[in-house]
Every structure is written in C-alpha cells, then in structure tokens.
C-alpha cells in the first residue's frame, strides 16, 4: 500500500463523503457478518421448532433490552417474520449508500488525478513530449487515472467493509461455538482459511508483472490509434490501409493475449477460494454429524463460514486489483516525477525588452549525448532581421528555440543587453516573443478565438485588422459563419494555407519586439506568398526577427544570414556577400534556387 500512499491526499477534498461512505460500509458489514447468521441461528428455531425457542439467550438479551417481559409465542413469531426483511432493508439501503458516495468520491479523485496530470504535463518541457508518445500520455492520463481511482477509493472502502465483514462474521461464529459447545467444528471449518490467503498471494504475485505488460501495451495501442487518426491523407495517399488494419489489427490480439492472461488469475482466485471453502464446509459437515449438531445449527454454521469466505474471496480480488493498480501507479508517477519546465529563479529581474543587442556567448547545446550546437559567439543588434539557414538538422530551430528558453543551454549563455535571459521570469521573457510555426496548431473554436490566442484582451476590430495584416480577413469573411467559424480539431477544417495566415495573424495581434518565424509562408501558395511576404516585410520593421529559412525566397526581406552546418556558423553575412564568398551557401543555392531568381 505504501506505493499508493502519495495519492491519498486526493481523499481530503472527498472526506466526508468517503467516511459516510465507509460507514455504511460498516453497517452493510454488520447486517451481513452478524445479522445473516444470527437470523439462521435464532429466526428459523422460531419458526420450525416451537419448543424452547423462547428461552434462547439471544432472545432473552432482547426482552432484557427492550423491557419486554415475557412474550407471547404469537409475538416472538411475528417479530421473528420482521427480523428478517428488517436486515435485508438495512442491509440493501447500507450497501446502495456505500455504493453512491464511493463512486462519488472516486469520480472526484479521478478529476483531481486528471487534473493534477494535464496541470503536470503543461509544466514538462519539450523534450519530454519529443521522448514520448501523445497516444501513451493520453492513455495514463485516462486509463491508468481511472485504475488508480479504484485502487484509491474503491479498494480503500473494501480494504474495511470485507475486514469488518469478516470479523462480525467469526464473532458470530465463536457466539454460535459458544452456544453450541461446537469449537472443534468451527476450527475444522476455518482452517482451510490459510489455504485461500496462499492462493491469493500466489495469484498476486503473477498479476503484477502481467499488468504492467498490460498497461503499456494499452498505452502503445492508444499511441497507434491516434497516429492514424492524425494521418488520414498519407495512409491514403501511400496506400498504408492494409499496413495500418494490420498493425491494429495484431497490437489488439496483443492486448486481448495479455487482458486474457490477467483475467485468468484473477478470476482463478474467486473459485479457487469457494473450493477451498466447500472443502472446508465439508469436513465442517462431517465433524458436525458426527457431534449430533442439529439442523438449525448447522445452518447458522453454515451462514456465518459463508459470511466469513466471502469478504475473504473479494479481498482476494481486491489484491488482484492492487497490483494492477501499482501498474498504473508507477507509470502516472512517471509523468508526476518528471522534472519541470526550466524553473524561474527564486527572484526574476525585473523585464525589459532588449534595446541595444540578443547575444550568444560561448552557446553549447545537445541532446542528450548528441551535440547540437557549438561554442557559438554572435550578436544580433535590436532590430536586424536575421536568416537561419542550413541543411536538417544542422542546429537553426534549436538556436531559435534557445531564445525564449524553450531549452537552457549546458554552456554559455543568451543575454538581453548583458542580463542573462535566465534570470527573467519565463512568463516576461515569452510574452515579449512571438512564433509562428511552420505547422501551426489551431485550437477547437472559432477562428477569432484562435486569432485571440496572440492576445486576450483584444477586441473584435483589432482581432479582424490582424487577419487583414496577415492576408487573411477576405477569406475568412467569405466563410459562412465567418470569424466565427469553427476551426475543427487541430484547425483541419481549413486549408493549410488558411491555418498559417491564421497563425501570423496571432503574431500581428501580439505586437512582440522579437518574431521567430519557422518558414512562416511555407504552406502558402505563390498568390498568397506574395501577399503575405509584404506582409511580413512591414511586420518585421523595427522588430528583432529570426526567421527559419526552408526555402531560400524567404531571405529576400532579411538583412542578415547565418549558415549553420553540424551545429556551428560558417557564414555570416547578407544574401548577397555570401553568395560570393561562402562555399556552403553558393551549394545550397546552386542546388535548391536554380531558376528562382534569387
């Protein structure tokens, strides 16, 4: 239990309707492990043999109690009538009330599990995400939170109702014994009880490795799934139908090979306990005949060992369920226990934008034990239009990425006119930036909320002057319900090139001293380039502006490139100087800008 303890803490914000909950738990335990047998042990004499019934023990507690005086056979055999629904009411209104508020408190436990994980994941930096799959993160935020619940609230009542059930059960069991001078046969009856907690361990233990395979399995179908989903024109477009049905297909047959293997130990456990258990009864039976037990009583015997198995078997499930809990504990705890996002400084400097200059200086970065950049020193003067330049992966995003800190670097450092940009606060530091991607993500909305993303406050006219900035306010007009059109999941009810004018419209909306643009017209057509590179042009004036050049049309409107190859500068200069002077630049055009008039 002590793997879930961390987790506990979610019961707090539920604890009253988790305590009522196990306090009816409690009363549900009593009708069962106590009023059941007692009900066989007294009741039924009552009913079938008249004589003596009246002077039971258990009787005479009752008029003791009540102040009855003598009673009647006429009223001990209504009473005896009553006594019987009277524990099945109770014991049905107990077990509805624990069933309610347990699911109540353990809906809330899993919104706050919930909660907690998707705060967590915006915190991770983007490494994490880049290490991981979204379709497993989804999967432990739902599959393995909802596992978790059980294990937190679910089992946590059981872990009490079925024990408390079990003791009143052997209370009435040794109440019986004592009556009955019938010891012997209530040991022979329960000492097969050691037997069901060895098949419960046992069972236990192959379950846990078993679902933790099952749990990522689950996480790996969940990752596949949302792949395809994403991907619907290439696996048309290549033909990959076949391939994808194929691979769901046998992740499945994986998932139903591993579900059926942990489903046969856990639904071993129950049947393997009421085996044990009817061996014991049966022994308990033979033990009894042979000791002239009477009928009567050896039913009340019977109801108070079946009282005392129960709770034992759904204990036994209740392991199960542990260790398929621990499961989902560890990997939402994977997730839990990953460091945060780069973390402000205890006291951040007071933010200004830059005036004078963005330096690198000594800038060393690398994944992992993959360099990335080296040693690089330069300076940006405020205002100068920069171009990145380079073949994949030669270190352009990753520079850029550096600037509003979505990465440290492990040596050197970026400094706004010589304050070093990590002793900002990250929040300052970002709200002076703006990006636009090369594939940018639209969020479900409107078109005017997904513009509005660059700033909140904005209103509808300066909303719609962005969109006519970015070229955008002409289509967007056109469009039926217009800028509040619904964008769709990811934006893919627009077209590419309408989902980047968009997202440069949220850069125009933000009005940041510094742009990183990642091949911002990329997804546009030659008649929108056009109109959106003028666009730019004016956007950029007066503005510190990195852009990620993939196609080399964009350098038009820059003032200065920078050639990145394996992670270091080997030029530096405007289009024209390098042109002339830079080997690896003349080969990037010479391939790539053959007829494009540059």
């Known amino acids: 239990m002590n793997r879930f303890r961390p987790y506990y803490k979610y019961l707090l914000s539920v604890r009253w309707h988790f305590s009522a909950g196990v306090i009816a738990g409690l009363i549900y335990a009593i009708a069962s492990g106590a009023g059941l047998p007692l009900m066989t042990k007294v009741v039924f004499p009552i009913l079938f043999r008249k004589e003596g019934a009246a002077n039971d023990p258990w009787i005479a507690w009752v008029q003791q109690t009540l102040g009855l005086g003598e009673i009647s056979q006429d009223r001990l055999l209504l009473f005896s009538c009553l006594w019987i629904p009277v524990v099945f009411i109770v014991r049905a209104a107990a077990g509805y009330a624990n069933s309610m508020l347990i699911q109540y408190s353990g809906l809330r436990v899993v919104e706050s599990i919930r909660t907690d994980l998707f705060i967590k994941l915006q915190h991770l930096p983007l490494s994490f ?66 037997f069901s907690v060895m098949l419960i361990r046992g069972a236990g233990k192959r379950l846990a490795a078993k679902a933790r395979s099952l749990q990522q399995r689950g996480g790996d179908l969940t990752a596949a799934l949302s792949e395809s989903l994403q991907s619907p024109l290439e696996i048309r477009a290549y033909n990959l139908e076949e391939r994808q049905i194929g691979m769901f297909k046998r992740r499945v047959r994986e998932m139903l090979r591993l579900t059926m293997k942990v489903a046969k130990y856990r639904m071993a456990i129950s049947p393997s306990i009421e085996v ?22 050896f039913l009340a015997l019977g109801m108070a060992l079946y009282m005392s198995y129960e709770p034992v078997k759904k204990l036994g499930l209740v392991h199960s369920q542990l260790k398929q809990g621990a499961a989902a504990a560890e990997r939402i705890e994977f997730i839990l226990h990953e460091p945060d996002e780069l973390e402000d400084r205890a006291n951040p400097a007071p933010f200004s934008p830059p005036r004078e200059a963005i330096r690198f200086e000594n800038l060393s970065f690398a994944y992992g034990e993959e360099p990335v950049l080296k040693n690089i020193s330069l300076s940006i003067p405020i205002g100068q239009v920069v171009a990145l330049v380079g073949p994949s992966g030669a270190g352009k995003s990753t520079f850029a990425q ?50 509005r993303i660059g700033r909140e406050n904005a209103t509808d006219e300066e909303v719609r002057e962005a969109a006519r900035r970015a070229h955008a306010d002409e289509f967007i007009r056109n469009l039926p319900e217009g800028y509040e059109t619904q964008v769709g999941e990811r934006g893919d009810l627009l077209s590419g090139g309408q989902r980047q004018r968009i997202a440069i419209a949220r850069a125009f909306l933000k009005d940041a001293p510094i742009l990183i643009l990642d091949e911002a017209t990329s997804a546009l057509d030659s008649e929108s380039e056009a109109m959106v590179q ?44 390098l042109r002339v002077s830079d080997p690896t630049y003349q080969a990037m055009i010479g391939s790539q800008l053959l007829g494009s008039g540059i």
């Open 534 to 577: 003028q666009a730019l042009a004016a956007l950029v004036k007066g503005r510190t502006t990195f852009i990620i050049a993939h196609r080399f049309s964009t350098i038009t409107i820059a003032d200065r490139v920078l050639v990145f190859q394996q992670g270091v500068i080997t030029g530096d200069g405007n289009h024209e100087q």
């Open 129 to 194: 995400f880049k290490r991981n799959k979204s379709g497993d993160l989804l999967a432990r935020l739902m599959s393995d939170a909802e596992l978790l619940r059980q294990v937190v609230v679910n089992n946590s009542s059981d872990l009490i109702k079925q024990p408390a059930t079990l003791v009143f059960a052997l209370c009435s069991l040794i109440y019986m014994a004592i009556q009955d001078h019938s010891f012997f046969i209530a040991l022979v009856a329960l000492i097969t009880v050691p």
């Open 402 to 451: 550096l600037i509003p800190r979505f990465y440290d670097p492990q040596s050197g450092s970026v400094t706004f006119d010589g304050t070093d940009i990590r002793s900002f606060a990250k929040k300052d530091l970002r709200n002076s930036i703006a990006v636009v991607p090369q594939m940018p993500s639209l969020f479900l909305g409107s078109i005017a909320e997904n513009i």
């Open 276 to 297: 044990v258990a009817a061996a014991g009864f049966a022994a308990s039976l033979y033990v009894g005949v042979k000791n002239q037990m009477t009928l009567e009583d």
